[in-house]
């Protein structure tokens, strides 16, 4: 049973415009969320992250926002780079007392020039 | 330069073999973990250790073994137990378990 949801495979985008990545989780005890992005053939890397006791995180082009209402978080890029092309994790942590998180499956992003 | 090194990138295993996968990390960090990717899935923990000399068991710890022997090093072993090994593996490693994880480049094992 899946605890982190990312529904979309993937998203295409084109450069400059705003990129949204989208992740649900069902478990109301998360209380800390992760965004990492990956490149073929390479390990992923920490993007950007949320606590529960917030409800946006901007870092440069990247803000993170949480809805804990809905269990929902999404991913805004803004703009788009060709570069940002690759696949986005969404992870949640803290259920249970435990901090190691759990990832979705991913989204493919693909920015066009 | 501080990370993780995994190695080998490419790894093949004939039907019955144990084959183990080197995870080292120089970033003085007390977690180390060991996710496997399929085409498809997300991360799946397999083991995690958050101090030398103890690890416990991720969500898909049949067929795999590890050890902690020291801070720097968690190698994964794939034994002929695992039915189906194919996979990408990736190690990675956190200040502590709630920090963000720095993860290697992983190891594609294949069986032949």
């Known amino acids: 049973d899946q605890q982190v949801k990312q529904n979309s495979p993937s998203l295409s985008v084109q450069e400059g415009r705003i990129s949204i990545l989208n992740c649900d989780y069902t478990n109301s005890m998360f209380d800390y969320f992760l965004w990492y992005k990956k490149y073929p053939a390479e390990g992923p890397t920490f993007l950007i992250s949320?606590?529960?006791?917030?409800d946006k995180n901007e870092d440069g082009r990247f803000t993170v926002f949480l809805n804990k209402s809905a269990k929902h978080l999404s991913l805004h890029i803004v703009p788009s780079q060709p570069g940002d092309s690759a696949v986005y994790f969404c992870a949640a942590s803290g259920a249970g007392g435990s901090y190691i998180p759990t990832f979705g499956r991913g989204t493919s992003l693909i920015v066009h020039p | 330069d501080g990370g993780i090194t995994q190695s080998p990138k490419y790894l093949f295993r004939k039907e019955g073999q144990n084959v183990t996968l080197s995870c080292e990390q120089n970033l003085n960090h007390d977690a180390m973990y060991w996710y496997r990717q399929d085409p498809g899935q997300g991360l799946r923990l397999i083991y995690y250790s958050q101090i030398v000399n103890d690890f416990q068991k991720g969500d898909i710890a049949e067929g795999y073994s590890v050890s902690r022997e020291k801070k720097e090093s968690f190698p994964l072993t794939v034994t002929s137990a695992q039915k189906n090994p194919t996979a990408f593996y990736l190690c990675?490693?956190?200040?502590?378990?709630?920090?963000?994880?720095?993860f290697g480049d992983g190891t594609r094992l294949s069986i032949l």
């Open positions: 990675a490693s956190s200040a502590s378990p709630g920090q963000p994880q720095h």
């Open positions: 949320i606590s529960s006791i917030k």
